[in-house]
């Protein structure tokens, strides 16, 4: 095994082990602050980032307002203070040692507002921004008005060409690296595009040597890339080390550190993570960013999956093949069906899924009547934790704050699965980020017995290769 040098990012000399930060409460101050302190660059999130009472518990992130635009503001000032809360924590854990970043998805609700906020209320505190999900062309400016480092995330070597060509060439002095998210190996959210096809993952080398060779083009040689996703053992990537070709490399870390003492996550995920198997993780499209996400398969998106299947396509008016009456709602408001589906529909309607829910691309989808009045309840009860929300149809910019589409009840509030599953929520019952090789948990000996490490002592670990 190759040797693991220090490497230049942010303006200093640290170990090239990132720590991937998890939105929504888990990526703490206390994971990042201990991972920094063993003198690599730790993260922690600054989405809905939790904030602590006098006692230390954790203050639920509970919503008042009467309107959503009301909720919203919520959400932002409590993005603000919890940012802040782990900033101070992850400073005061590292003791000036390795570097801070704060993640942010730019697709998040009020994103650059509480990136301001969370960057003026801990200047001083944080030293990079790393932000994905979406194309952030404000970040550089965002990082010069706070004199800070950014890192953004892509999964191209288009997509940085053309954040560098409308925004980042202004700003270059600043930008500390690139993340290159594998699209289909990374946890959480992932950038693939439209021509690349989700079943069929291509390898991450000659991905990255295309970004690569597109930084050199814009002078960017010596700014590392950080390879995301499918990191376990570093000794599997030792061609990648020192690899001229590819220039200064680092290595991000995001599933392994929820298996930590300091992980914020519940002792029943952790004990999951460590009874995965290969396959366990899928590639869904359900999330209402749009964005194609990696999970568990669990309860949760089994049911997502179930859901989905049960949708026929209708037509306001008999037309083609559509000619088999039926009537939607209370009102039995006719729609046409093909007779083929009426039949599927009866089916799903002995089976107890009675309820028929309009979706915006003119087909209906069979709930249960309990089903159908969660899902009614989580769209009413909407704080604009997105951008853009296909599963409520919210858009943070005015004047309605609509999207001007049917909320889509295939999808799921995602602001309430993952607050749940951080707050020591059901794990078969609500999302489950990680990535596709959490498996390995259950594999490595590192963890055999049901050992759990500490944040240092994992850093120690992927610093002898494994």
């Keep these: 095994?190759?040797?693991?040098?220090?490497?230049?990012?942010?303006?200093?000399?640290?170990?090239?082990?990132?720590?991937?930060?998890?939105?929504?409460?888990?990526?703490?101050?206390?994971?990042?602050?201990?991972?920094?302190?063993?003198?690599?660059?730790?993260?922690?999130?600054?989405?809905?980032?939790?904030?602590?009472?006098?006692?230390?518990?954790?203050?639920?992130?509970?919503?008042?307002?009467?309107?959503?635009?009301?909720?919203?503001?919520?959400?932002?000032?409590?993005?603000?203070?919890?940012?802040?809360?782990?900033?101070?924590?992850?400073?005061?854990?590292?003791?000036?040692?390795?570097?801070?970043?704060?993640?942010?998805?730019?697709?998040?609700?009020?994103?650059?507002?509480?990136?301001?906020?969370?960057?003026?209320?801990?200047?001083?505190?944080?030293?990079?921004?790393?932000?994905?999900?979406?194309?952030?062309?404000?970040?550089?400016?965002?990082?010069?008005?706070?004199?800070?480092?950014?890192?953004?995330?892509?999964?191209?070597?288009?997509?940085?060409?053309?954040?560098?060509?409308?925004?980042?060439?202004?700003?270059?002095?600043?930008?500390?690296?690139?993340?290159?998210?594998?699209?289909?190996?990374?946890?959480?959210?992932?950038?693939?595009?439209?021509?690349?096809?989700?079943?069929?993952?291509?390898?991450?080398?000659?991905?990255?040597?295309?970004?690569?060779?597109?930084?050199?083009?814009?002078?960017?040689?010596?700014?590392?890339?950080?390879?995301?996703?499918?990191?376990?053992?570093?000794?599997?990537?030792?061609?990648?080390?020192?690899?001229?070709?590819?220039?200064?490399?680092?290595?991000?870390?995001?599933?392994?550190?929820?298996?930590?003492?300091?992980?914020?996550?519940?002792?029943?995920?952790?004990?999951r993570l460590l009874t995965l198997k290969p396959g366990d993780v899928l590639l869904q499209p359900f999330s209402p960013t749009g964005f194609y996400s990696s999970a568990v398969r669990n309860d949760f998106l089994r049911d997502l999956e179930a859901r989905n299947e049960r949708q026929v396509a209708i037509s306001p008016e008999p037309v083609g093949e559509h000619t088999a009456e039926y009537g939607v709602g209370p009102r039995k408001r006719l729609v046409w069906l093909a007779p083929g589906d009426l039949e599927r529909v009866h089916h799903w309607e002995a089976q107890g899924y009675t309820e028929a829910l309009r979706t915006p691309d003119n087909t209906l989808v069979f709930v249960t009547p309990g089903n159908a009045r969660e899902i009614l309840k989580d769209q009413t009860d909407c704080m604009g934790c997105l951008s853009h929300c296909r599963f409520s149809n919210w858009t943070q910019h005015g004047p309605d704050y609509s999207n001007g589409k049917k909320a889509d009840p295939r999808s799921f509030c995602i602001q309430k699965t993952l607050q749940d599953i951080a707050h020591d929520g059901e794990i078969e019952h609500n999302l489950m980020f990680a990535g596709h090789n959490a498996y390995r948990f259950g594999q490595d000996p590192f963890y055999s017995n049901g050992f759990i490490p500490t944040v240092r002592q994992l850093v120690e670990r992927i610093m002898s290769g494994r």
């Excluded at 720590?19 to 409460?25: M, Q, S």
């Excluded at 635009?69 to 940012?83: C, K, N, Q």
């Excluded at 003791?95 to 994103?111: D, K, S």
């Design 1 to 271: 095994m190759k040797a693991i040098n220090a490497i230049r990012m942010g303006g200093v000399d640290v170990l090239p082990l990132v720590e991937g930060g998890k939105g929504v409460a888990v990526s703490t101050g206390a994971s990042c602050g201990e991972w920094a302190g063993a003198g690599g660059v730790g993260t922690f999130s600054g989405v809905n980032a939790d904030s602590y009472d006098a006692e230390g518990n954790v203050i639920r992130q509970v919503y008042h307002g009467r309107t959503r635009r009301d909720r919203h503001e919520e959400l932002v000032a409590y993005g603000i203070s919890g940012g802040i809360t782990q900033a101070r924590e992850a400073y005061e854990r590292s003791n000036g040692q390795g570097r801070i970043h704060i993640n942010v998805l730019w697709e998040m609700g009020g994103a650059e507002r509480v990136l301001r906020g969370v960057l003026e209320g801990a200047r001083g505190l944080i030293n990079g921004v790393t932000c994905g999900a979406g194309m952030p062309y404000k970040l550089a400016d965002i990082a010069r008005e706070f004199g800070v480092f950014y890192y953004p995330i892509v999964s191209s070597g288009r997509a940085f060409a053309a954040l560098w060509k409308r925004s980042y060439s202004k700003a270059a002095e600043l930008l500390g690296g690139v993340v290159y998210e594998d699209p289909w190996l990374a946890g959480g959210h992932n950038g693939l595009s439209n021509s690349e096809d989700p079943n069929k993952p291509e390898a991450p080398y000659a991905r990255v040597l295309k970004l690569r060779e597109q930084m050199r083009a814009f002078g960017l040689g010596d700014v590392p890339i950080i390879m995301a996703g499918g990191v376990w053992w570093l000794e599997e990537w030792e061609d990648w080390i020192d690899n001229p070709e590819l220039g200064p490399i680092a290595f991000q870390f995001g599933t392994r550190p929820l298996l930590t003492k300091e992980s914020p996550i519940s002792e029943a995920w952790k004990q």
